[in-house]
């Protein structure tokens, strides 16, 4: 493999919490139309912290390194602050990917963030009708 650390190639060999939540609180989908990976995140959340998280993807052994340390970095966060996970906290994270390989932690990053404003828009609509 071209230069990636040894969490890289942990994470790649052992991703962390795969799969799908059936009864999901936020779901975001992202892909990257240079390359064609796709990402799929799913999250549950209660009293305002993120519970799980598991994902579906199809792309390359550093966008799965980052889905997988990406979830290991949300779970049990304040969705506040899970919101706030950046591209660099998952690259960190994985001490490091290969400059060619930096756009990969992009899915992982924005894939949660936009399972956290699905959860988000569905709170609010909740409670909208909760309120009429
Ligand atoms: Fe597409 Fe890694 S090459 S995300």
Redesign the pocket.
């Known amino acids: 493999m071209i230069g990636y650390s040894e969490k890289v190639i942990e994470h790649f060999k052992n991703p962390r919490n795969a799969g799908v939540i059936d009864d999901a609180d936020g779901i975001g989908e992202i892909g990257?139309k240079?390359?064609?990976?796709l990402l799929r995140v799913f999250i549950k959340v209660a009293q305002d912290v993120v519970t799980d998280v598991k994902y579906q993807i199809r792309?390359?052994?550093?966008?799965i390194a980052?889905a997988s340390a990406m979830t290991e970095l949300a779970i049990g966060k304040h969705i506040e602050d899970a919101m706030m996970l950046s591209e660099d906290d998952i690259v960190e994270a994985l001490d490091g990917l290969p400059e060619i390989?930096l756009?990969?932690s992009?899915?992982g990053a924005a894939g949660l963030r936009k399972a956290i404003m699905d959860y988000f828009g569905k709170t609010l609509t909740k409670e909208r009708s909760n309120e009429i």
Do not use: F, S, V, Y
Not at 59 to 63: H, N, V
């Open positions: 990257d240079n390359c064609g990976d792309g390359c052994g550093a966008a980052c390989k756009h990969c992009n899915l």
